[in-house]
């Protein structure tokens, strides 16, 4: 991905936009919405992982799973499964 409005990127053809709290701010550099490429919320987890180190311990326990105290929808659905698809274009809040 390159330079652009959300996060500082450019849409790759299958990215999502994930929108973080407030409180996670601090692990994205400040961003609120940043753009991550997968087909999965395990896999767009990894992405933004790759470049924002420490953040998806924030969501994800020892065990892989996500935190009792984060909540994560996925294209304005509850999801708790790491393995939950995503198409091009969801839009994953995780407060």
């Given at each position: 991905?390159?330079?652009?409005?959300?996060?500082?990127?450019?849409?790759?053809?299958?990215?999502?936009?994930?929108?973080?709290?407030?409180?996670?701010?601090k692990?994205?550099?400040?961003?609120?919405?940043?753009?991550?490429?997968?087909?999965?919320?395990?896999?767009?987890l990894?992405?933004?992982?790759?470049?924002?180190?420490?953040?998806?311990f924030?969501?994800?326990?020892?065990?892989?799973?996500?935190?009792?105290?984060i909540?994560?929808?996925?294209?304005?659905?509850?999801?708790?499964?790491?393995?939950?698809?995503?198409?091009p274009?969801?839009?994953?809040?995780?407060?």
């Amino acid at each position: 991905m390159s330079a652009g409005p959300a996060g500082g990127q450019t849409p790759a053809p299958d990215a999502v936009r994930v929108r973080v709290a407030s409180i996670l701010h601090k692990y994205t550099g400040g961003a609120s919405e940043l753009l991550a490429a997968g087909r999965t919320l395990r896999a767009v987890l990894s992405d933004l992982e790759r470049r924002h180190r420490g953040f998806r311990f924030r969501i994800v326990d020892e065990q892989d799973r996500i935190r009792p105290h984060i909540k994560v929808y996925v294209a304005g659905r509850p999801a708790r499964d790491l393995g939950a698809p995503l198409a091009p274009g969801d839009e994953v809040h995780v407060l």
